[in-house]
């Protein structure tokens, strides 16, 4: 291994909505954190593994910040800090047409404190026509800050370039060949949950959870069995849909999606659960992997 080669992790922060996964898929390539338009779509840390000949940088996706009405909240500002607490870098992403948000001055108020170093990357520059101010503004918190777009792509190999300089010295820590260390159950769960906020207004995409209960991977396709937890009577046949149509659509996309990223055939059997307020259930929450 070479003397020089450098590995460490990165947490990825900010508000709902500003395009923190979207800037991970970029930057590694590959669709690992699901996106949609609404809020919340993050609720765990997604893992992402970028290698190359003189680094490995382990990006850490985090919900966006937000002010907890539900213990499911709780839980995910908790994630939150012990990433920014862990993080041997912390990437502040704020989006160009809207800075400076209220979450936006809280959350750097917070994160002033971390010992880390912080970059701010002003994020949808293709959507302003001037950003100045705001990086004036941004340099006065941060050690870094960097104009970019992760739609178009705009910069995706300075924020590379600007981790790689914080980051210890340090022989990897996971396979270069590794993009991420979490389970394909991981991903088929998220998947599948992009579906329904991608489908669904109001209160579905909130209200609904979902857990794999059956993933076995045979010879020539892989036969899935998930789970789509609703938290009232009255949202299980908007689920569900007229004849089935809706969960239909769900599990069609859904499959396709998984193909694609396994790499060969899906079955995907989708049933639906009355499980009121789990977001306010610690048992539940724990049953969704959050501890």
């Known amino acids: 291994m070479d003397a020089n080669f450098k590995c460490g992790f990165a947490a990825i922060v900010g508000k709902p909505n500003v395009g923190k996964s979207t800037l991970m ?11 949609s338009p609404k809020p919340q779509t993050t609720r765990q840390n997604i893992k992402g593994i970028y290698s190359d000949d003189t680094r490995q940088i ?39 047409p809207h800075f400076p948000t209220d979450y936006d001055k809280e959350f750097i108020e917070i994160i002033k404190h971390i010992r880390a170093p912080r970059i701010a990357l002003l994020n949808k520059i293709d959507l302003v026509e001037d950003y100045t101010e705001s990086m004036v ?48 159950r991981f991903f088929a769960q998220e998947i599948i949950r992009e579906k329904i906020m991608l489908n669904f207004k109001e209160e579905i995409p909130y209200a609904s959870a979902v857990i794999i209960t059956h993933f076995r991977e045979l010879e020539d396709k892989v036969d899935i069995e998930a789970t789509i937890w609703i938290e009232r009577d009255s949202q299980k046949p908007i689920l569900i849909g007229k004849n089935g149509s809706m969960i239909a659509k769900i599990r069609t996309a859904a499959e396709k999606d998984l193909e694609k990223m396994i790499g060969m055939k899906v079955f995907l059997h989708l049933f639906v659960k009355i499980n009121k307020n789990w977001r306010k259930n610690k048992h539940a929450l724990k049953e969704l992997g959050f501890q």
């Open 25 to 35: 898929n970029a930057i590694l390539g590959e669709k690992l954190s699901i996106i």
């Open 58 to 96: 382990i990006f850490l996706d985090t919900p966006g910040f937000l002010q907890p009405r539900y213990e499911l909240h709780e839980k995910m500002r908790s994630i939150i800090q012990d990433t920014l607490g862990n993080a041997d870098v912390v990437l502040f992403v704020t989006d160009a």
């Open 137 to 184: 503004l941004l340099g006065k918190s941060f050690d870094q800050v960097l104009p970019i777009s992760a739609k178009t792509g705009t910069n995706m190999d300075k924020v590379l370039d600007l981790v790689s300089k914080y980051l210890p010295y340090s022989p990897p820590h996971y396979d270069p060949e590794d993009l991420s260390d979490q389970p394909m």
